[in-house]
């Protein structure tokens, strides 16, 4: 007998259907084609040992198994079930008659409990497109999957409950949840808060900038000045995620495998700090099984670069092309993978080695001209791409020991919703246009066009600080979110005199 089940393959974090073909004939024998990998291969063994301990024999006839289309890949132990079960159903073990109304994932225990896999919210949503009634996967992947609607998930914990639900000797629950409400619900809970930091009202005001427009930026400072304290504190004050912002980043992380259990959606905007020592690899993403690397998991939210100098260069250089193009493409032979990669870029890193230039109590021990040789380990290209450049002096004891609290996260993002929403409305007819700091040289001759004194005033900051044209649009997007965060239509000469002052880095005798 010939029947079929349905599973599906991950590419990029879209789905593709993967149709699994099961003949049983008179004969002994059982041959697995349709260019399946190693971990696909070894299920027959994970198969037959679930079967047994579940006090079922593995058919003994002549099996021939084809996952189509052969020229894709098949990766990983996810389809264990769906093997499995075409299996049952082609020797007549189960009911047939339903398979073909159901997608089939999950990776099999050798005592038929099945484990999590990756991917389960692409898959269901590819579910859905293609028509089934419904997805069959892992209880621990159910409340992932049961995001997507008009789709029934059913998360089972052994393959004796989806052989019983086949043979109609048993009903499997429908996972349901109210996706808006659970969203809804988990927005606005942050382990920390802006009043916590004490001091460094120009950094906080440099932050509320950055995320009011979704402008990059470094800040400049020796040990215990509070970067880091600060950069953790940056997602609380930055625009709650959209529900469809939440499931294109979810998507990733799915991908990925790193949404946690009982987790329907991301509610709150990721905020990724790998390590100096990070490859190229595990920062763009890549392998030899394409997965999403941290740019990709930073999308919609911050990725953090602490002590940004320590970074490998070639790590560093191949941030310059994502920065730009918000999506990262890794090609193979065979195939091209895209990950998007909207971030923030957020870093940080003391003025020189020894991490005390320009401290007001502290005396710098470094040579002459290591401060610079230290500040060029970061590429010019790469400075260029970081609108804010902001230096930090330490906290003084006065303000450390002050016991009222500082400005709550909650009134600073109040502030940065109503500039976004200004920059929402503004940027409406624009496909993939969210904020300032995505807008391209057309849009800066029409939305961030000073006046006859603030181009004065920036003709002047280019000549002294001899400053690039890449700088030069970048202050104007500065400038741009400064009257948003003003209510300002126009760009003022004083918009345009703080967006100045973010460009410490590049100027021509810092470090000198």
């Known amino acids: 007998m010939l029947v079929k089940t349905f599973a599906a393959a991950v590419n990029g974090i879209s789905a593709t259907i993967i149709t699994i073909e099961v003949s049983a004939d008179k004969g002994v024998g059982f041959y697995l084609v349709g260019l399946p990998d190693n971990a696909v291969r070894e299920s027959h063994e994970r198969i037959v040992s679930a079967l047994q301990v579940n006090k079922r024999l593995f058919p003994h006839a002549h099996i021939v198994v084809n996952m189509a289309p052969a020229n894709i890949r098949k990766e990983g132990s996810a389809y264990d079930l769906p093997l499995a079960i075409g299996i049952m159903a082609a020797t007549g073990e189960i009911d047939h008659s339903t398979l073909n109304q159901y997608m089939l994932m999950g990776e099999l225990s050798l005592d038929g409990t099945l484990q999590p896999i990756k991917g389960a919210l692409p898959i ?96 400049v400072g020796p040990p215990g000045s509070g970067k880091s304290m600060m950069a953790k504190r940056l997602p609380t004050i930055l625009p709650p995620l959209s529900l469809n912002e939440a499931l294109e980043t979810t998507k990733i992380h799915s991908v990925a495998g ?19 020592t990070i490859s190229n690899v595990a920062m763009v993403g890549g392998g030899a099984f394409p997965q999403p690397g941290e740019i990709s998991l930073a999308h919609n939210g911050v990725l953090f670069l ?21 999506k990262i493409s890794i090609s193979r032979a065979k195939f091209t993978v895209e990950y998007p990669s ?14 005390y230039y320009n401290h ?30 902001c230096e930090i002096s330490p906290v003084m004891f006065e303000k450390i020991s002050e016991r009222t609290p500082s400005e709550p996260s909650a009134a600073i993002r109040a502030r940065v919703i109503a500039a976004r929403e200004i920059q929402k409305q503004r940027f409406a007819d624009y496909e993939g246009i969210y904020c300032n700091a995505q807008m391209n040289s057309r849009h800066l001759h029409q939305y961030a066009v000073p006046d006859n004194a603030g181009l004065k005033l920036l003709k002047t900051a280019m000549t002294h600080f001899n400053l690039s044209a890449r700088a030069y649009d970048r202050i104007l997007k500065l400038s741009r979110t400064i009257a948003d965060l003003d209510d300002n239509p126009n760009i003022l000469p004083e918009h345009l ?12 005798n810092w470090g000198e």
């Not at 579910?127 to 609607?149: C, H, M, S, T």
């Not at 602490?306 to 918000?326: C, G, K």
């Not at 971030?343 to 020189?352: D, E, I, K, W």
């Open 497 to 508: 005199a703080e967006a100045i002052n973010y460009r410490h880095l590049d100027r021509e």
């Open 258 to 276: 790193k949404v946690g259990e009982n987790i329907s959606l991301l509610s709150q905007r990721p905020f990724r700090s790998p390590h100096h």
């Open 124 to 219: 269901a949503i590819k579910a859905r497109e293609d028509g089934f009634k419904g997805l069959i996967l892992p209880k621990q992947n159910a409340y992932e999957a049961a995001v997507v609607n008009k789709l029934e998930v059913y998360g089972v914990d052994n393959i004796e409950e989806v052989l019983q639900f086949f043979s109609n000797k048993q009903q499997l629950e429908p996972t349901v949840i109210n996706t808006r409400e659970i969203f809804a619900s988990h927005q606005q809970h942050f382990d920390m808060d802006f009043s916590d930091v004490r001091g460094q009202e120009n950094v906080k005001r440099a932050l509320e900038v950055a995320a009011a427009g979704g402008h990059n930026i470094i800040m």
């Open 306 to 326: 602490d002590e940004l100098p320590e970074f490998t260069r070639n790590v560093l250089e191949v941030l310059r092309q994502p920065l730009e193009d918000r």
């Open 360 to 389: 007001p109590a502290r005396a710098c021990v470094c040579p002459a001209g290591s401060v610079q040789k230290y500040l060029n380990r970061i590429s010019g290209p790469l400075l260029d791409r970081i609108d804010i450049q």
């Open 342 to 355: 909207s971030f923030m870029l957020v870093a940080s890193m003391n003025p020189c080695q020894c991490g």
